[in-house]
């Protein structure tokens, strides 16, 4: 259970070595001991955030996940509430892809399509079951500020992430009365290894601000946080932007 200063007992990563996954478990283990299921591949990455999440004070369980495999969503979060009610899921999985391979491989678009935007509506539907089962739980979905309006440089990935940013903020609203909330974060360029290597962008941020905003809009209950706040401007403005000359812009 969530205790009555707003902090968990136990925590899910799905696409528990994502940067910012990892963060928010630190983050929530600066305030008590905690059991972290890390749901993600069997790779050389997910043991080291293991080791590192228990080195932190974690009670660490892992299990596979994969985003490719349907029946996946359903035995992570069959395996993590074997151990108990789960009071928070970060769902921290996805890809960027590679654009100018996405525009022309029909193959490569779908692949993105299912990593992106199917494989987390099922997990958000498994999850949802769950915790109205248990009575309570918050549910915290990775969306971006590419999903406000897609961009020429990455229509496609923004388009997944629009996509999330819908049916999560739409599995919010028909949470209400459960005891079950939802949390849709719409960071900016999070410098990561998601984006090493990547021109870096104006307002980028950190997976620990992320982290730190994750936790203080579970605490408060919101739907939507913004990373950076200042985000929640510039978008809003772009959003508003007339057509011929968005399309123009230099990213």
């Known amino acids: ?28 283990l600066q305030e008590r001991p905690l059991r972290v299921v890390v749901a993600a591949r069997d790779t050389p990455r997910r043991a080291a955030v293991a080791d590192e999440l228990t080195a932190a004070g974690a009670a660490v369980e892992v299990v596979d996940f994969d ?56 997990v958000g539907t498994v999850l949802a079951n769950r915790m109205r089962s248990q009575g309570h739980g918050a549910i915290v979905a990775l969306s971006s500020v590419a999903g406000e309006r897609a961009r020429r440089s990455n229509y496609v990935y923004g388009s997944t992430k629009a996509g999330v940013d819908a049916f999560y903020s739409g599995l919010a609203d028909s949470l209400v009365g459960t005891g079950v909330s939802v949390l849709v974060v719409r960071p900016g360029f999070v410098r990561s290894k998601m984006t090493e290597g990547l021109p870096e962008a104006p307002l980028s941020t950190t997976p ?33 932007t007339p057509r011929a000359v968005f399309r123009r812009l230099p990213f």
């Open 67 to 122: 985003a490719d495999d349907a029946g996946s969503p359903e035995r992570v979060v069959a395996a993590a509430a074997a151990g108990g009610d789960i009071d928070v899921a970060v769902v921290a999985f996805g890809q960027l892809g590679d654009q100018d391979a996405l525009a022309t491989d029909p193959a490569a678009a779908a692949a993105l399509g299912q990593v992106n935007y199917v494989a987390p509506v099922v």
């Open 208 to 240: 620990e601000a992320v982290a730190e905003a994750i936790v203080t809009g579970v605490r408060k209950g919101r739907h939507t946080v913004w990373v950076p706040g200042a985000m929640r401007f510039v978008m809003s403005g772009l959003r508003h």
């Open 1 to 28: 259970m969530i205790d009555a200063l707003g902090s968990p007992s136990s925590l899910l990563l799905v696409g528990g070595t994502s940067d910012i996954a990892v963060a928010t478990a630190r983050r929530y």
